[in-house]
């Protein structure tokens, strides 16, 4: 039984190029969170979607941030251009509803 | 402005003893809690919840408190093992378990055989 999947798993880019991250929710969960894990602010929730469809973005630090979910199995979260502030480690999290949250692995993501 | 607030960033305790880890939140619409474990180069994992219609929740060695009057809620862990050693978040909701959760910047909790 596979939990979230994610992809990569580690990151590293230069400021400006264009990052996209990937995550596979848990076949049958219908709600997907993106959240963001740094030493300073902890982890913050950036995004979820509810049936593909977004519900709350007010996380999302700013337009440089983007985030997709074309269908039930997959969503992106892209950062064009990156920074060096963006560095950290992204998670994907899928449940059910009025469930507990299943984490994915996360990305460690290093912007130079 | 953290909604939530781990106050200790880590904690040693001896193998067997009791492990308390303590959460506090500000906000008063919260009404479900929840203990996330986590392991280096893991994602958070799922330990116990509770909801704020009950005060207490058991499984196993893990039991969370909440007291309301206080915006107070406790893990318990007894008895502790070596392989409890990660780091503990406590997450708060307002609208359920589905809904957008706010974590604590979480407790190392170290156990020493």
């Known amino acids: 039984d596979a939990g979230v999947i994610q992809s990569p798993r580690h990151e590293v880019t230069e400021m400006g190029q264009e990052v996209t991250l990937r995550c596979k929710p848990i076949?049958?969960?219908?709600?997907l969170f993106w959240y963001r894990q740094t030493m300073m602010r902890g982890l913050e929730l950036l995004i979820y979607f509810n049936n593909n469809v977004p519900i709350d973005d007010s996380g999302m630090p700013e337009d440089r941030f983007s985030a997709k979910m074309p269908n039930a199995s997959f969503s992106t979260l892209k950062i064009q251009p990156s920074e060096p502030r963006d560095s950290a480690v992204y998670f994907c999290?899928?449940?059910?509803?009025?469930?507990?949250?299943?984490f994915g692995p996360g990305t460690r993501l290093t912007v130079l | 402005d953290q909604q939530v607030k781990q106050n200790s960033p880590s904690l040693s305790v001896q193998e067997g003893r009791i492990s308390i880890l303590n959460c506090d939140y500000t906000n008063s619409m919260f009404d479900y809690f929840l203990w996330y474990k986590k392991y280096p180069a893991e994602g958070p994992t799922f330990l116990i919840s509770i909801s704020s219609i009950k005060d207490k929740n058991e499984d196993g060695r893990f039991t969370v408190f909440l007291n309301k009057s206080a915006k107070h809620l406790s893990l318990h862990i007894v008895p502790s093992q070596p392989g409890d050693s990660a780091v503990y978040f406590c997450a708060a909701s307002d609208g359920g378990s589905n809904y957008k959760l706010t974590f604590g910047k979480g407790t190392l909790l170290t156990v020493n055989p």
């Open positions: 999290a899928s449940s059910l509803p009025y469930n507990e949250q299943f």
């Open positions: 076949s049958g969960h219908n709600s």
